[in-house]
T-cell receptor
Framework: GENVEQHPSTLSVQEGDSAVIKCTYSDSASNYFPWYKQELGKRPQLIIDIRSNVGEKKDQRIAVTLNKTAKHFSLHITETQPEDSAVYFCAASTTGGFKTIFGAGTRLFVKA | DVKVTQSSRYLVKRTGEKVFLECVQDMDHENMFWYRQDPGLGLRLIYFSYDVKMKEKGDIPEGYSVSREKKERFSLILESASTNQTSMYLC????????????FGPGTRLTVT
C-alpha cells in the first residue's frame, strides 16, 4: 500500500541550532503535504503545509521544501527553541484530503 | 475556533466488550476521521466519512465499525474489544473550505484488559 517514510525517528539539537526532518512518499498522486506538531499530552496541530505546485514555503522559523520528482519533502526549523520540543509528523494526501498518510513521527528534543 | 471533542480521555474495558468512542465537532465540517496512534507507527487511519451516513475504510478497519448519523458526530465502535486494540484513538475533522487542514480531538487512551 501507499506509505510515507519519515527520518530520523529521534532528533536532539542544541538550542539555536537547526533541525531537519525528511520524508518520502510513494503515491505519485499526492499533492498536499502537511506537517503536524504534537506536544506531549496534546493533540496534533498543523504548523505548515505545502502543495505540489510549490517547491518551498516559509513561515518565520519553519520552512518546508518539496521535490516532487524524487518524492521527497522536508521540514526545516531554524534557531530552535526549547518550546520546539515535540513530535513532528509529516503527511501526504491526494485531492480531497481524505486519505492522508502520516509518517511515523520524529521526536525532537531541543536542549537549552 | 474549531472544537473537536471526544467523549472520554481515558477508558478501560475488558476483552470482548463492545466499546463506543464518540467524537463531536462544532464547525460544520464535511469530513471526519478516526485514527489510532501507536509509538513508532504514527497515525493510522481506521475509517473516514465525507458526509452523513457515508463511510469509507481506511488502512486498518478490521475489528472496527463507524457510524455517522449527524454531520457533527462520528462514532467509532469496537464490536468485541481485544488487547491489541489498546491504543490512543484520535478523531479529526476537516473541510474543503479550510484547505483540508485536519483538526484533531484530544484523544482517547483506551486500555483493553
Amino acid at each position: 500500500g501507499e506509505n510515507v517514510e519519515q527520518h530520523p525517528s529521534t532528533l536532539s539539537v542544541q538550542e539555536g541550532d537547526s533541525a531537519v526532518i525528511k520524508c518520502t512518499y510513494s503515491d505519485s498522486a499526492s499533492n498536499y503535504f502537511p506537517w503536524y506538531k504534537q506536544e506531549l499530552g496534546k493533540r496534533p496541530q498543523l504548523i505548515i503545509d505545502i502543495r505540489s505546485n510549490v517547491g518551498e514555503k516559509k513561515d518565520q522559523r519553519i520552512a518546508v521544501t518539496l521535490n516532487k520528482t524524487a518524492k521527497h519533502f522536508s521540514l526545516h526549523i531554524t534557531e530552535t527553541q526549547p518550546e520546539d520540543s515535540a513530535v513532528y509528523f509529516c503527511a501526504a494526501s491526494t485531492t480531497g484530503g481524505f486519505k492522508t498518510i502520516f509518517g511515523a513521527g520524529t521526536r525532537l528534543f531541543v536542549k537549552a | 475556533d474549531v472544537k473537536v471533542t471526544q467523549s472520554s480521555r481515558y477508558l478501560v474495558k475488558r476483552t470482548g466488550e463492545k466499546v463506543f468512542l464518540e467524537c463531536v465537532q462544532d464547525m460544520d465540517h464535511e469530513n471526519m476521521f478516526w485514527y489510532r496512534q501507536d509509538p513508532g507507527l504514527g497515525l493510522r487511519l481506521i475509517y473516514f466519512s465525507y458526509d452523513v451516513k457515508m463511510k469509507e475504510k481506511g488502512d486498518i478497519p478490521e475489528g472496527y465499525s463507524v457510524s455517522r448519523e449527524k454531520k457533527e458526530r462520528f462514532s467509532l465502535i469496537l464490536e468485541s474489544a481485544s488487547t491489541n486494540q489498546t491504543s490512543m484513538y484520535l478523531c479529526a475533522s476537516s473541510s474543503p473550505g479550510h484547505l483540508y487542514e485536519q483538526y484533531f480531538g484530544p484523544g482517547t487512551r483506551l486500555t483493553v484488559t
